[in-house]
């Protein structure tokens, strides 16, 4: 393979390993976040391509490491053993460009083999329990009267920032105490961002940027106030 890129390089390459995520900045200003698990799947390794199914079971796939390849690519190690993806500038622009359409190709193919992403069949695939454990933090926890629940936010509810809006609307008259820069959050004792995502058995700490709570939202008022 030849060592010249043929297009945009990346400036930047960051790996978020609690979100499984891999953020790549390009020299045209391009940004990706690419899930560990869409790299795995679109793997140009030979024992990959060579496969009639596609890869299955790489939801909570992870990347080990990552090692340069001379000027023009990377070598993605991942934590399920598989170390010989070679993953070339246009390669990692092409997979981030066209990420939506490859991804739902991916999936065609899947349903096509009668499977779903983590390898069972689709007509036995059990619905999952996302059960957590949310922990509150100075004024939280007395005006939520009680300093830590679990609970099992709908499938829909995958990263932290979607917890935070799920809370606002099930804590009802208490929901805007979760408002937007009003607390931030930690992941198993770890500073998380707005993207990370949650796996069923996390410890969410959501701990308030300010000693004092954000006002309550008035009431609206009766018409026999006018």
């Excluded at 299955?56 to 991942?78: C, M």
């Excluded at 695939?125 to 059960?131: L, N």
């Excluded at 933090?137 to 099992?152: G, I, P, V, W």
Aim: glycine residues 6%; hydrophobic residues 30%; proline residues 8%.
């Amino acid at each position: 393979m030849s060592e010249e890129s043929k297009g945009p390089v990346p400036t930047e390459i960051n790996l978020h390993r609690k979100s499984r995520l891999l953020n790549i900045r390009f020299s045209d200003g391009q940004t990706f976040s690419l899930p560990c698990e869409y790299l795995r799947v679109h793997s140009h390794a030979a024992e990959v391509t060579a496969r009639s199914t596609p890869e299955v079971g790489k939801e909570n796939v992870n990347i080990d490491r990552i090692e340069p390849q001379g000027t023009y690519a990377i070598r993605i190690a991942f934590d399920d053993g598989h170390d010989t993806g070679i993953y070339s500038w246009e390669t990692l622009y092409d997979l981030g460009k066209h990420q939506e359409t490859y991804w739902q190709r991916y999936l065609e193919r899947l349903s096509s083999a009668g499977y779903d992403r983590s390898g069972a069949r689709l007509a036995d695939a059990p619905d999952a329990e996302r059960k957590i454990t949310v922990m509150y933090f100075s004024y939280l926890a007395n005006k939520l009267a009680r300093e830590s629940e679990q609970l099992t936010p709908p499938p829909t509810v995958e990263t932290v920032e979607q917890l935070l809006a799920w809370l606002r609307r099930v804590k009802g008259d208490r929901g805007y105490l979760f408002a937007d820069g009003t607390v931030r959050a930690t992941v198993n004792k770890q500073f998380a961002e707005p993207f990370t995502k949650l796996d069923p058995g996390d410890e969410v700490a959501i701990v308030p940027t300010s000693p004092n709570p954000p006002p309550a939202p008035k009431p609206p008022r009766r018409s026999d106030d006018w």
